[in-house]
């Protein structure tokens, strides 16, 4: 199983910016995708961004499109997540995850790989 470590958590105030970055013990895989999931409590998980580490297809949720901006850096097998003016609505564990073929968007897809998550809060 593919070991995922996040980091760059914290807290903001509204209207903040905050860099996540995730470092995968290794990449596989034609299809391998990396993204970024959220929780928080009381709410379903969401996934707020994907991208296709072969390609670097990238596609972000309409909660967070204007706002958040997912990237890659293959030569160090890590993704990045650029949050832009925060909301307290983005208050949430933040996870990063893995598959080797399929990382949707939309629904609770079960990830093959997830990391320990980091926490983003964000105060008015």
């Known amino acids: 199983q593919v070991e995922l470590v996040e980091s760059g958590g914290g807290s903001v105030q509204v209207g903040g910016s905050l860099r996540l970055s995730c470092a995968a013990s290794e990449y596989t895989g034609a299809n391998y995708c990396m993204g970024w999931v959220r929780q928080a409590p009381g709410k379903e998980r969401e996934t707020v961004a994907i991208?296709?580490?072969?390609?670097?297809?990238?596609s972000v949720a309409d909660s967070v499109k204007g706002r958040f901006t997912i990237s890659q850096d293959n030569a160090k097998k890590s993704i990045y997540l650029e949050m832009s003016n925060l909301q307290p609505d983005d208050t949430a564990l933040y996870y990063c995850v893995s598959d080797r073929n399929y990382c949707p968007l939309t629904g609770t897809h079960e990830f093959d790989s997830w990391g320990q998550g980091t926490q983003v809060t964000v105060s008015a």
């Open positions: 991208v296709y580490l072969g390609g670097g297809i990238t």
